[in-house]
């Protein structure tokens, strides 16, 4: 009997460790897909379940995890994330007492750190939620619109121009896929490294309209294997954006910082302080951390 209750303790640091571990391996058991990480896609989806966030209603966010439900599941910005969401299912059934909110935000903050970004503070607390509370569609942003648009998105959510530019940079890492987006091809030449490339090649290469029957994109005029997207490429061009692009492109450091503090709070959007199970965010360690 009393084994038995405390197995119904409430799980500790210890226990999500061994989540982010076993999310860490099927991240990267991903031999026959996209660069052999399923990294980027993850990292996405923990995005786009915390991007739907509404400041002025407290509607959205991590909270729900209702991605899970149509038609949150079908809008088209969330394409092709079926994959990620049915990798993490896998996860959930190893590790059925987590929520699919801490489980989907605590797998970004995996695939950030595992592909060499820097340490994402982040703790648990969400709750699964219904269909009901599901978000309408057009809550995150579209990549074919100019600065007005992006401020609109990001100053729901609660970010300034800074955050804006610097959770922009995860762009380093994967790619646009043509049936999924309708946009193709890699930001850089290492999409599974997170770095502040994303910002030195908006500078240092010149981008030009890609001639093709897809949606409006650029790509590099040296070698045209890179892609921007219209909302990239604007944050060379909006003065305020340029700022900090330019500074995370002469500065990863500081990109770094400026990255974790603002991706740790995306992750915690819509989820009420009280439901938070500590106090202060977690730092979980790498898989090679581990190993030392
Ligand atoms: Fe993004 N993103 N994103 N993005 N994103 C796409 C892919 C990836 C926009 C549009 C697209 C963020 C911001 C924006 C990642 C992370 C983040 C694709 C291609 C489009 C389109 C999807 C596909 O075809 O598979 C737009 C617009 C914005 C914006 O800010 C205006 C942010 C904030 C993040 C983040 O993680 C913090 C990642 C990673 C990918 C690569 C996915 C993959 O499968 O590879």
């Given at each position: 009997?009393s ?18 571990n ?24 923990a995005w ?20 899970r ?10 394409a ?13 059934k ?12 605590l ?10 970004g820097p340490?994402?503070?982040w ?9 009901a ?18 401020r ?50 908006l ?12 949606p409006?994109q650029?790509?590099?005029?040296k ?7 219209p ?16 500074a ?19 992750l ?14 977690w730092v ?9």
């Amino acid at each position: 009997q009393s084994a038995k209750a405390a197995t119904k303790l409430a799980p500790t640091k210890e226990d999500y460790q061994k989540v982010y571990n076993r999310i860490a391996e099927i991240i990267d058991d991903a031999d026959d897909y996209d660069y052999g990480s399923f990294g980027p896609v993850v990292l996405r989806l923990a995005w786009h379940a915390s991007g739907t966030y509404d400041k002025a209603t407290g509607t959205g966010g991590s909270n729900y995890a209702t991605m899970r439900f149509e038609p949150e599941a079908l809008h088209g910005a969330n394409a092709g994330l079926r994959v990620a969401r049915d990798l993490m299912e896998k996860v959930k059934k190893e590790f059925d007492w987590i929520s699919y909110g801490d489980l989907w935000t605590l797998a970004g903050v995996a695939a950030v750190q595992e592909m060499a970004g820097p340490k994402v503070p982040w703790r648990p607390g969400r709750i699964d939620g219904f269909a009901a509370q599901a978000t309408p569609d057009g809550r995150l942003p579209d990549a074919s619109q100019g600065a007005p648009h992006i401020r609109d998105i990001f100053y729901r959510m609660g970010f300034d121009d800074q955050e804006i530019v610097a959770l922009c940079g995860a762009h380093a890492l994967g790619r646009c896929h043509a049936d999924r987006s309708g946009f193709d091809g890699p930001w850089t030449f290492s999409p599974t490294t997170f770095s502040n490339d994303f910002y030195k090649l908006l500078f240092d290469e010149k981008w030009v309209w890609k001639k093709w029957g897809g949606p409006k994109q650029l790509e590099d005029k040296k070698t045209k294997s890179l892609m921007m997207l219209p909302t990239d490429y604007v944050l060379t061009q909006d003065k305020s954006f340029k700022k900090y692009a330019k500074a995370y492109a002469d500065d990863a450091d500081l990109f770094f910082k400026d990255f974790s503090a603002a991706f740790s709070k995306l992750l915690e959007l819509g989820v009420p302080t009280q439901q938070f199970v500590s106090s202060e965010p977690w730092v979980m360690q790498t898989v090679d951390e581990q190993k030392s």
